[in-house]
Nanobody
Framework: VQLVESGGDSVQAGGSLRLSCTASGRVVSVDNWGWYRQTTPYKQREWVA????????TYSSSVEGRFTISRDDNKDSVYLQVNNLSPENTAAYFCTADWITYKGDTFDTLRGRNYWGRGIQVTVSS
C-alpha cells in the first residue's frame, strides 16, 4: 500500500488549492486520514488536520476556518481544500493514513498502520 499526493502548486497569496491523496494497492478501507506540513526539511512536521472513519474532522488552530479536510471512501482518497493562502502556508504537505485494511498477495486480509505519502510542495507568493 502506498499513499500518493497530488495538487501541489505555486499560487499567489489569497489563492486556493485542493490537495488530494490516494491509497494505492488492494485497499479495503482506511480508518483515519490526516495531513501534515513541513516548512523546511530541518523542522518538525506540523499536524494540520485529521478525519476519522466516521467523518469527524479536526484542525490545527492555525488553519481552522480556511482549510477543509474531506474523504471519499469509494476512491480510497482524502482531500485538503486550502483557501485564502498566505506565504506562511508555504510547505511540503504530507498525507497520512492510520490503520489501512488491505488484501495481501494471497488475498488474505491484513491491517497496517502509520502510512505516509512522499509529500507535495505548496508555494505561496505575496
Amino acid at each position: 500500500v502506498q499513499l500518493v499526493e497530488s495538487g501541489g502548486d505555486s499560487v499567489q497569496a489569497g489563492g486556493s488549492l485542493r490537495l488530494s491523496c490516494t491509497a494505492s494497492g488492494r485497499v479495503v478501507s482506511v480508518d483515519n486520514w490526516g495531513w501534515y506540513r513541513q516548512t523546511t526539511p530541518y523542522k518538525q512536521r506540523e499536524w494540520v488536520a485529521t478525519i476519522t472513519s466516521g467523518g469527524t474532522a479536526t484542525y490545527s488552530s492555525s488553519v481552522e476556518g480556511r482549510f477543509t479536510i474531506s474523504r471519499d471512501d469509494n476512491k480510497d482518497s482524502v482531500y485538503l481544500q486550502v483557501n485564502n493562502l498566505s506565504p506562511e502556508n508555504t510547505a511540503a504537505y504530507f498525507c497520512t493514513a492510520d490503520w489501512i485494511t488491505y488484501k495481501g498477495d494471497t488475498f488474505d486480509t491484513l491491517r497496517g498502520r502509520n502510512y505516509w505519502g512522499r509529500g507535495i510542495q505548496v508555494t505561496v507568493s505575496s
